[in-house]
């Protein structure tokens, strides 16, 4: 099965699977259902390992279309509560004016108001709570319900007292071949095939037991078998090994499973553990990690991106990372790994001399130090004497402390080719410009009081350009002679830059380029973008934001373009004479744009078009959206449809148009949609959540 059918497994996946705690589940949900819960609260406790944030994702996914709006949020052992407040905030609404003041004050008010279900995963220690409660309210006055889980059940104890505890055991024998077996059979092609089949019952139930009743143990022991040959010789080396070494069950199964990787996976597995517990990682920045260490490479005849996305895949299937957010082509692009294992990877991490963290930084040997991820970063000396080998440094700086500053000896790193920064800093120090070998320079979560050297803009041998929407000084504020132009020859992605700094004439120097994300776009860039050639025969995504009036656009020559996002104030149609489209897209965003007549009578003619997702558009008057006709759409296979506020028009389907489709996504669960796509309908958000 390639990638692109393993994705589209995804897309009409069931739930997550869940076996053992059915009568527990519905004692929560009756519990927090009930009007006279005392303090509104459950907290679920037990063992690392043993299930808490699947059984809290199964009961806040099922409930939370009973509250006006609701929040998931990570916490874990070393929270960055701000941050965690931000999220929130975000989740139940909160407009953005009162984000940027008055934060916890405008929060509190309005869960308070609101009638919320909140779910706060994986709380350590007491403190932490004490840190939320003054925002998050305990007994609102709207009926609100929190859900907590913690591994501690003194903590569970402390935030919610005795009434609130619900507590997860080991599953005992039969629940756990029950697990295995559910596991094992969701993951084969042939559904009706049955498996384990008989000559292997007997091995895969010693093979359970060996788990300890333990899900996640149990899922990542499935997650090997299944790379396994199916015969007894295969499987009986597993038992062998779970038989005969002295570590406890779970470290067995982690440990064998990491060696039965495939020696192109083990770095790839082991680089989830530079960043934070219970981070929830974006992929398309992880590969851009990855690219810059040369760890996953183009082998012409995918690109980057895919060979990734593969990579990711196998890593998923055996159950060593959750995917927490898929695309609409089923990708994934959001994703998490379970506290263990991101314990596992810092141990092996260190045991090989792979990467360093802050604990740890003094006890490594530093002249053989490849990479490094601290918290701040007075933490290093940013000594090239000391760190000669030195290739990737990630610094996630904590929110609420002073703004952290970067050091003029950065520049000294010679061979750093990864440098990813978030949080708050001062500025980045111009001697960026002698780091002559970064490959990756990702600042697209950070935040600086000074605005970024113009050299960064200069970099030659830079790939990878991760932006977050800060400002460059300008040519005056500097003293060197750097000018206003962009110069990155080699640079191939480019993602959320300011039409202000990329101006059209650099758009041209950019022959490299694979993805460009701009935002600010002015008729210049769309005049050189629409060019008689190419601004590079490479690219294959591109993001446009314009914010004045559309005029003309043509991607009519740019063959490798298959992915396009348009955000468009305004366009007054899809037709030739306004935008010609690539003749390769597969897919296609169109975001608040303003329509006055059916884009659908351009847009049913792309001859490769497989996904279409309209997002938060307007309507001038009212139109149809015409998806009939023969010859219509004819490899289009997702379709999505989101809006606020504004009701979708009428969609007129038939049974020859749309040939390929089997997703339809729109959250208006009201609204006036043809049988068709009503039984391929989903109503929740397109990511789909595994574990």
């Known amino acids: 099965m390639d990638v692109w059918d393993r994705r589209k497994k995804f897309l009409v996946a069931p739930e997550s699977i869940f076996v053992g705690r059915k009568d527990t589940l519905q004692e929560v949900k009756e519990k ?35 509250f006006t709006s609701s929040a998931l949020v990570y916490v874990s052992n070393e929270p960055r509560v701000p941050e965690l407040l931000l999220e929130i905030a975000k989740l139940v609404g909160l407009e953005k004016e009162k984000m940027e003041e008055n934060l916890e004050a405008n929060l509190c008010s309005l869960l308070n108001e609101k009638r919320c279900l909140i779910f706060l995963d994986d709380i350590w220690k007491n403190e932490t709570w004490d840190e939320l409660k003054n925002v998050i309210p305990i007994n609102s006055r709207n009926c609100s319900r929190i859900i907590i889980t913690s591994r501690y059940t003194h903590v569970g104890r402390y935030i919610g007292g005795e009434s609130s505890l619900i507590e997860l055991k080991l599953l005992d024998q039969e629940k756990s071949w029950e697990l295995f077996s559910e596991s094992m059979n969701s993951s084969l092609e042939n559904m009706s095939e049955r498996f384990p089949p008989i000559e292997l019952e007997d091995i895969a139930k010693k093979i359970v037991k060996r788990c300890g009743g333990l899900p996640l143990a149990i899922v990542v022991a499935v997650g090997l078998l299944r790379q396994r040959r199916r015969n007894k010789h295969a499987w009986n080396e597993v038992l062998d090994i779970l038989s005969t070494s002295s570590e406890n069950n779970c470290s067995k199964i982690l440990s064998l499973s990491y060696k039965d990787l495939p020696h192109d996976l083990r770095p790839l597995f082991l680089y989830f553990g530079l960043f934070p517990e219970d981070e929830e990682i974006v992929v398309f920045d992880l590969a851009k990690a990855w690219l810059a260490e040369k760890l996953i490479r183009d082998d012409g005849n995918r690109n980057p991106d895919e060979i990734a996305a593969a990579k990711l895949e196998m890593l998923s299937d055996r159950n060593l990372i959750q995917v927490s957010k898929r695309d609409l082509d089923g990708r994934v692009i959001r994703c998490r790994i379970h506290d263990l294992l991101h314990v596992f990877c810092i141990e092996m991490a260190e045991e090989n001399n792979f990467f360093c963290t802050s604990h740890n930084i003094h006890s490594n040997s530093f002249s053989m130090l490849r990479r490094l991820t601290i918290d701040n970063t007075s933490q290093y000396s940013f000594s090239n004497s000391k760190t000669p080998k030195l290739r990737t440094l990630l610094c996630f700086s904590k929110s609420g402390e002073e703004r952290s500053l970067i050091p003029n000896e950065i520049g000294n790193l010679s061979s750093l080719t990864c440098l990813k920064l978030r949080g708050k800093f001062q500025k980045i120090p111009s001697t960026i410009r002698n780091l002559k070998k970064l490959v990756t320079l990702d600042i697209g979560k950070a935040s600086f009081y000074c605005d970024l050297p113009r050299t960064i803009l200069r970099m030659k041998h830079l790939k990878h350009l991760l932006i977050g929407g800060g400002l460059f000084e300008s040519n005056k504020c500097t003293k060197l002679n750097v000018g206003n132009e962009v110069c990155l020859p080699n640079i191939e992605t480019l993602s959320n830059v300011s039409g202000t700094i990329l101006k059209a004439r650099s758009l041209q120097e950019l022959s490299n380029l694979r993805e460009l994300g ?15 050639t190419p601004i590079s025969e490479k690219l294959h995504k591109l993001r446009l934001s314009v914010s004045q009036k559309f005029k003309r656009l043509n991607l009519s020559h740019y063959d490798h373009l298959t992915k396009l996002t348009l955000i468009v104030n305004f366009i007054p149609s899809l037709t030739p004479d306004i935008i010609e489209f690539p003749p390769n897209l597969i897919y296609l965003s169109l975001a608040r744009m303003v329509f006055i007549e059916d884009p659908m009578k351009v847009l049913k003619e792309l001859p490769r078009l497989e996904i279409l997702s309209l997002l938060y558009n307007e309507y001038r008057k009212p139109i149809t959206f015409d998806f009939s006709g023969e010859n219509s759409f004819p490899e289009l296979q997702v379709l999505s449809i989101i809006s606020d506020y504004v009701e979708i028009p009428e969609l007129i389907v038939d049974q020859i148009g749309m040939p390929k489709l089997y997703k339809f996504e729109c959250f208006q669960k009201d609204c006036n949609v043809p049988q068709r796509l009503r039984e391929i309908m989903l109503v929740e958000s397109s990511s789909i959540e595994e574990w």
């Not at 009007?35 to 059984?55: E, F, H, P, Q, R």
């Not at 701009?518 to 769309?526: C, K, Q, R, S």
Request: net charge neutral; aromatic share 4%; proline share 0%.
């Open 32 to 66: 927090l259902r009930s009007s006279d819960l005392d303090c509104k609260m459950i907290c679920i406790v037990g063992d690392a390992g043993v299930g808490k944030t699947t059984a809290g994702k199964n009961i806040y996914k099922e409930m939370k279309n009973e």
């Open 518 to 532: 701009l935002y600010g776009t002015n008729d210049e860039h769309l005049n050189v973008i629409s060019g008689k």
